[in-house]
């Protein structure tokens, strides 16, 4: 059975107050490539996220999770933490920080978690880097 997932344009997306991970990987990816970082796709069963490169030689990688930029519960995802009670009182700046580190957390734990899998090549998971040497190899849809 091969299960697949219909990537919506970001209009769509916006349209609909609502990004799923695939999307919202795709979009980082996007916005990451525009500024010169070179991203890395990441899937796992059921799921997918965004890495990137911090260095020109590619040996150094952080990860974001997606799902989790923007207002999303974070005591579900870190169960035992007490984090809702430390946010409150903080500046929207303050809580857009936390949340985006929070994402890293999240989204590192999960790599390592499954690393051997994601470089192994097997059915459903996968390490796509998307560099200026990808691109170019890409054929346009259109002229």
């Keep these: 059975m091969v299960y697949s997932q219909r990537v919506r344009t970001f209009g769509t997306a916006l349209e609909a107050s609502q990004i799923n991970c695939v999307?919202?990987?795709?979009?980082?990816?996007?916005?990451?490539?525009?500024?010169?970082?070179?991203?890395?796709l990441i899937r796992i069963p059921g799921h997918m996220f965004v890495g990137y490169y911090t260095d020109i030689a590619h040996t150094r990688l952080r990860f974001i999770e997606t799902?989790?930029?923007?207002?999303?519960?974070?005591q579900e995802l870190f169960p035992g933490?007490?984090?809702e009670s430390s946010l409150?009182?903080?500046?929207?700046?303050?809580?857009?920080?936390?949340t985006f580190q929070k994402s890293e957390e999240y989204a590192t734990r999960?790599?390592?978690?499954?690393?051997?899998?994601?470089h192994s090549g097997r059915v459903n998971y996968m390490f796509l880097e998307i560099s200026r040497d990808v691109r170019g190899k890409i054929q346009p849809i259109a002229k």
């Design 88 to 98: 409150v009182g903080r500046s929207d700046n303050e809580l857009s920080r936390i």
């Design 23 to 40: 999307d919202g990987s795709l979009l980082f990816a996007s916005l990451l490539r525009a500024v010169n970082i070179d991203p890395v």
């Design 67 to 74: 799902t989790m930029i923007g207002d999303v519960d974070l």
């Design 110 to 118: 999960l790599y390592e978690e499954n690393s051997a899998e994601i």
């Design 81 to 83: 933490q007490q984090l």
